[in-house]
């Protein structure tokens, strides 16, 4: 019995610390601290994060599972490169999503709370700067959640959620996406005065302008960007 509570004990520890490691790596996944097309081992995330080489396994599992590693035997894992395929997906996503969700929520939404987000994303970033990236990408991935809540889908909410955190490593693989502050901005504030309207067709109409725009800089930019893994330019007009 002794040996029963003690063995699930560890088990219960190991779970915990995985569910905090998995955090931590994932986090600098999506920042970009461990970089696209990376290789990693237990032995040297352990080295990395105090968390133990069970607990990083657990983590790992799970990552791998999401998509954002792949396991490769006999050599650890390899953080998921990055393609313009994957841009394209992403942006394919939010077309689909962020429409019907400003639709859903048009009449509903706490404008209030949109204008203050709207603001701080109104602040930009500075490009090379990782501290106010990250600021500038919770305000803006709060204000398209924001809207998809008060719709009261749960499983648009989720399913958005994950896009926009794939959409965030995006950014900070560049740190150089020309930023166009005021366009965007005022993107946002005609969003906001179409939910506030409780214009449902408006509400779609604009987020849809605001992802295509959305995905045009990325698009632009990431294929400016030298090393980057991609499919042909051509093959990206063609999906998109």
């Known amino acids: 019995m002794v040996i029963s509570v003690v063995a699930r004990s560890e088990e219960e520890t190991i779970i915990s610390l995985g569910a905090r ?6 986090d600098d996944i999506l920042q ?3 970089e696209p097309g990376a290789r990693a081992t237990e032995i040297r995330l352990a080295e990395a994060y105090p968390f133990g080489r069970s607990a990083i396994r657990v983590a790992m599992h799970r990552l791998d599972y999401e998509g954002l590693v792949r396991t490769v035997p006999r050599h650890g894992y390899l953080i998921t490169p990055v ?9 394919e996503l939010r077309l689909l999503l962020e429409p019907a969700a400003a639709r859903l929520a048009a009449g509903k939404v706490d404008c209030l709370q949109l204008k203050e987000l709207d603001r701080q994303c109104g602040m930009g970033y500075d490009p090379g700067d990782r501290a106010s990236v990250l600021s500038f990408h919770r305000a803006n991935r709060e204000f398209h959640l924001l809207v998809a809540r008060a719709g009261g889908n749960s499983r648009l909410v989720r399913h958005l959620s994950g896009v926009l955190d794939e959409m965030k490593r995006l950014y900070f693989l560049g740190l150089t996406f020309p930023y166009q502050t005021r366009e965007r901005n005022q993107g946002h504030r005609r969003l906001v005065e179409a939910l506030e309207s409780g214009d449902s067709e408006l509400a779609e109409r604009v987020a849809r302008e605001q992802v295509s725009e959305t995905k ?9 960007m030298p090393g980057l893994q991609r499919v042909t330019l051509s093959q990206v007009r063609t999906a998109s």
Do not use: F, H, P
Not at 21 to 26: E, G, T, V, W
Not at 83 to 91: A, F, I, N, Q, S
Not at 216 to 224: E, F, P, R
């Open 32 to 34: 970009c601290v461990l």
């Open 83 to 91: 393609t313009m395929k994957d841009v394209v997906e992403l942006c």
């Open 216 to 224: 045009q800089v990325v698009t632009d930019s990431l294929l400016a």
């Open 21 to 26: 490691a998995y955090r931590s790596i994932r």
